[in-house]
């Protein structure tokens, strides 16, 4: 949808074919840094964001154990000040809806119900094989964005390269009505409680009035099929995860295990991905280029996925705003991406082992917040790029 935007914004006209018959809302909340919400405010959508965002004053990383705070990044104004843009929380669905609706003002059609069986390349074209109510039709395009997700199965036809293998890390979430909860377990800061194999994250969406919970922990769902793990929900009973986060957070401490019990149900996924990207032609192949999770899926531990897929379609339509040779602005904006989107792979990884270590590496990790705490959090790298 951030692709279908930022073309229309250019002057392509952009059609979005969805496999889904309705914009759901799954998958939370997301954390944008300013390297993200900078690009959101030069498509115009600075107003509309913070109507549905909220804007966290801190980053808290905390023991899960002790619940000592191990130390505190500033956000709010300080970030604001130092990278141009905000560090927001959001509803997927209200991301989701902030991006289609402006990319159907910009002109941009979405289709929903239409799943995208195959693309092939003939001559100066794109044909799409458009799947709706048992009948394929082909669809015409000078150029094809594939944004299909970690399970990219448009991926597998472009570059077979294989599926995307389980990391053997799980996510549990849920959402929290913020005043159904005591007043001292409210929270409109982001916090980080870290434990041995296992952490977990807090922060308000939809305007501060509810909580985003994810449980991250490391292990298999056994029982559960292709089709769960394509649906950001395994079907887990209650009773399951119930036992699996107990397990998860043993010894963790008395706030973090209230917190936990506040939540009424939860959403359980494996998380699946690759390794980090290894060249420019993973990004883009004559016509079609490559976006988000197709190109890239990572571990959620840098908040960067959805954040990564806007930084794409920013640089999608930077050379397709201005080079008329189709293929060629695409290679350029793969040899622009491919390096970032790895870098910011490998970093997600990265931040697992730190986050879930144990023994001296969590000593020496505890230490070392304590010390110079938000000077490790902040990420210039990160949130200072400037798409060049
Ligand atoms: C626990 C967790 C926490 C996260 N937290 C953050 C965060 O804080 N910040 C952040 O930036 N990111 C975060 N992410 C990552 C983020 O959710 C993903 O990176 C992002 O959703 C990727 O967007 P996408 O558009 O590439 O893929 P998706 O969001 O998966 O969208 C793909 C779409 O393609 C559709 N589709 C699939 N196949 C077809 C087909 N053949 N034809 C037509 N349509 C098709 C699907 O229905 C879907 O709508 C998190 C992820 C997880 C798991």
Request: overall charge neutral.
């Amino acid at each position: 949808m951030a692709a279908a935007l930022a073309l229309s914004r250019v002057g392509w006209q952009a059609r979005v074919y969805e496999r889904a018959n309705a914009f759901a809302e799954v998958g939370a909340g997301v954390q944008l840094g300013p390297n993200v919400t900078r690009v959101l405010h030069a498509w115009g959508l600075a107003d509309a964001l913070e109507q549905v965002a909220a804007l966290p004053q801190s980053l808290h990383a905390r023991s899960a154990h002790s619940g000592e705070v191990l130390a505190t990044l500033p956000l709010g104004a300080a970030m604001h000040r130092r990278y141009g843009a905000p560090y927001v929380t959001i509803h997927r669905a209200d991301l989701h809806a902030l991006l289609h609706d402006a990319a159907l003002a910009h002109g941009a059609q979405v289709h929903a119900d239409r799943v995208v069986v195959g693309l092939q390349t003939q001559g100066h074209e794109v044909l799409a094989q458009v799947r709706h109510a048992e009948q394929t039709q082909s669809a015409q395009a000078e150029v094809a964005v594939v944004a299909d997700g970690v399970w990219s199965a448009l991926r597998q036809q472009l570059l077979a390269d294989g599926t995307v293998q389980p990391t053997g890390h799980l996510a549990y979430r849920a959402l929290l009505r913020q005043a159904d909860l005591p007043a001292h377990l409210r929270s409109q800061d982001v916090t980080v409680w870290m434990g041995p194999h296992a952490h977990v994250v807090h922060y308000p969406v939809r305007g501060g009035e509810w909580l985003n919970l994810v449980v991250l922990t490391e292990g298999q769902m056994p029982g559960v099929t292709s089709d769960d793990l394509q649906s950001w929900n395994a079907q887990q009973t209650p009773e399951q995860t119930e036992q699996d986060l107990q397990v998860a957070l043993r010894g963790a401490c008395f706030r973090l295990q209230e917190i936990i019990s506040a939540a009424a149900s939860w959403r359980a996924w494996p998380l699946c991905g690759r390794t980090p990207m290894q060249g420019a032609h993973q990004h883009a192949q004559g016509r079609v280029a490559l976006v988000g999770d197709a190109a890239h899926p990572m571990l959620p531990y840098l908040a960067q996925g959805a954040g990564m897929a806007i930084e794409d379609a920013a640089a999608l339509a930077k050379h397709l705003g201005y080079e008329t040779d189709a293929p060629i602005a695409l290679q350029a904006f793969a040899a622009q991406r491919w390096q970032r989107n790895a870098q910011v792979q490998a970093r997600a990884m990265r931040n697992g082992q730190v986050f879930h270590a144990q023994g001296g590496m969590r000593w020496g990790r505890d230490l070392a917040l304590r010390m110079a705490g938000p000077w490790l959090m902040d990420q210039p790298w990160l949130y200072g790029y400037l798409g060049e």
